[in-house]
């Protein structure tokens, strides 16, 4: 009678809650295909709300019931959140219902089911016009769920940093929420064997690092492996053993990609040549592994150029910048620049060619 009394008077808020009082018994009850429908019935209850507030307090209600339990059929009950969120027309209940999915996924250990859904964050960004709190809140969480996944390191590390983006000219308090985020993102980026280049030096959350008592040393480990080459490193490692291993960065994985950040380093001379001697030395390594260690840069698409055997230099066409600030950004006008002034001389050169050429054709006629 009560629910009755809720369905003729318009009651939906309390008809969802009276039915959702025995929906732990019904998880553990009812077959997947019977728990589904019952769900169908319940959040269906929000295309009758006539209002976005009433919509979001039932939004709020059916998820949160859901996702008590999340280690009891957790991918059921992220298969119902997404049929919610599909019914609802407010982008406030949407995205509080995403974020439940989110925290339903990564609490149930089911992230390959949400996984997809990243592709389509940047249209849901627009569609949800969130402030930048929640952009904090879901890029964090997004991340958190990719790095349980263990599969997409490179796609949490994205993520990681487009929260670091949004601190951006805040004051000493709003900055320092990040401060152990950024310390993780810089130890990500360092422990990751595939990352080579990265922006977080130019990110104020990072930067903040710089005269942190506790993570000072954090910032000068990135700044050796964005700005200086391998002896920097092993001077830091050295001093700083302890510190490396307690963050689980492995000495011996940290050498290598030194070594081709120091290679890659050496191939952004103006010279574009880079003889055999040098890059032994500066790698460490001996006479017969440089090749060896070119071919590595090469696979890893870090450089373009060739081996000169006879002359013991590699000949370099363009490699990647491990950094891409104002110096570069006035390297590549400067080129650009070059290249122009060359396009324009070929043409001068060309439409020269080609008066004389129908000069002489005149005189021959004539």
């Given at each position: 009678?009560?629910?009755?009394?809720?369905?003729?008077?318009?009651?939906?808020?309390?008809?969802?809650?009276?039915?959702?009082?025995?929906?732990?018994?019904?998880?553990?009850?009812?077959?997947?295909?019977?728990?589904?429908?019952?769900?169908?019935?319940?959040?269906?209850?929000?295309?009758?709300?006539?209002?976005?507030?009433?919509?979001?307090?039932?939004?709020?209600?059916?998820?949160?019931?859901?996702?008590?339990?999340?280690?009891?059929?957790?991918?059921?009950?992220?298969?119902?959140?997404?049929?919610?969120?599909?019914?609802?027309?407010?982008?406030?209940?949407?995205?509080?219902?995403?974020?439940?999915?989110?925290?339903?996924?990564?609490?149930?250990?089911?992230?390959?089911?949400?996984?997809?859904?990243?592709?389509?964050?940047?249209?849901?960004?627009?569609?949800?016009?969130?402030?930048?709190?929640?952009?904090?809140?879901?890029?964090?969480?997004?991340?958190?769920?990719?790095?349980?996944?263990?599969?997409?390191?490179?796609?949490?590390?994205?993520?990681?940093?487009?929260?670091?983006?949004?601190?951006?000219?805040?004051?000493?308090?709003?900055?320092?929420?990040?401060?152990?985020?950024?310390?993780?993102?810089?130890?990500?980026?360092?422990?990751?064997?595939?990352?080579?280049?990265?922006?977080?030096l130019d990110m104020p959350a990072v930067g903040q690092l710089e005269k942190d008592a506790k993570y000072a040393l954090v910032y000068q480990l990135l700044k050796i492996f964005l700005t200086q080459r391998l002896d920097a490193y092993l001077e830091f490692q050295a001093a700083n053993s302890t510190l490396l291993k307690s963050y689980g960065l492995v000495h011996e994985d940290c050498i290598t990609k030194m070594r081709l950040m120091s290679l890659v380093d050496?191939?952004?001379?103006?010279?574009?040549?880079?003889?055999?001697?040098?890059?032994?030395?500066?790698?460490?390594?001996?006479?017969?592994?440089?090749?060896?260690?070119?071919?590595?840069?090469?696979?890893?698409?870090?450089?373009?150029?060739?081996?000169?055997?006879?002359?013991?230099?590699?000949?370099?066409?363009?490699?990647?910048?491990?950094?891409?600030?104002?110096?570069?950004?006035?390297?590549?006008?400067?080129?650009?620049?070059?290249?122009?002034?060359?396009?324009?001389?070929?043409?001068?050169?060309?439409?020269?060619?080609?008066?004389?050429?129908?000069?002489?054709?005149?005189?021959?006629?004539?």
């Amino acid at each position: 009678m009560e629910a009755q009394d809720c369905m003729v008077t318009g009651r939906w808020l309390d008809l969802a809650s009276l039915i959702l009082t025995s929906a732990d018994l019904v998880f553990s009850k009812v077959s997947d295909k019977d728990l589904e429908c019952i769900f169908t019935v319940i959040c269906n209850l929000v295309s009758k709300l006539g209002n976005p507030d009433e919509e979001l307090e039932v939004a709020k209600l059916i998820s949160t019931k859901i996702t008590q339990q999340p280690s009891e059929k957790p991918a059921m009950r992220l298969k119902i959140l997404f049929n919610l969120y599909n019914l609802l027309e407010g982008p406030d209940s949407r995205f509080f219902v995403y974020m439940q999915a989110l925290n339903l996924a990564l609490n149930g250990k089911v992230t390959d089911h949400i996984i997809s859904s990243f592709k389509k964050i940047d249209s849901f960004l627009k569609e949800w016009n969130i402030g930048v709190k929640d952009q904090r809140n879901l890029f964090l969480s997004i991340s958190n769920v990719l790095k349980e996944n263990k599969s997409s390191g490179k796609e949490s590390f994205k993520f990681l940093t487009k929260y670091l983006a949004t601190f951006s000219g805040e004051d000493s308090y709003a900055m320092s929420e990040a401060k152990e985020e950024a310390v993780r993102t810089v130890i990500e980026f360092v422990k990751a064997p595939d990352m080579f280049q990265c922006d977080l030096l130019d990110m104020p959350a990072v930067g903040q690092l710089e005269k942190d008592a506790k993570y000072a040393l954090v910032y000068q480990l990135l700044k050796i492996f964005l700005t200086q080459r391998l002896d920097a490193y092993l001077e830091f490692q050295a001093a700083n053993s302890t510190l490396l291993k307690s963050y689980g960065l492995v000495h011996e994985d940290c050498i290598t990609k030194m070594r081709l950040m120091s290679l890659v380093d050496l191939g952004s001379d103006e010279s574009g040549q880079i003889p055999y001697a040098l890059i032994k030395d500066t790698l460490r390594i001996n006479d017969d592994e440089v090749e060896l260690w070119v071919v590595k840069a090469i696979t890893a698409k870090l450089m373009d150029c060739k081996m000169d055997q006879m002359n013991q230099v590699v000949i370099v066409s363009c490699c990647t910048e491990r950094i891409f600030g104002q110096q570069q950004w006035q390297s590549l006008r400067s080129k650009l620049a070059t290249w122009r002034s060359n396009v324009a001389s070929l043409i001068s050169t060309i439409q020269a060619n080609k008066v004389v050429e129908e000069g002489s054709q005149g005189m021959a006629i004539r």
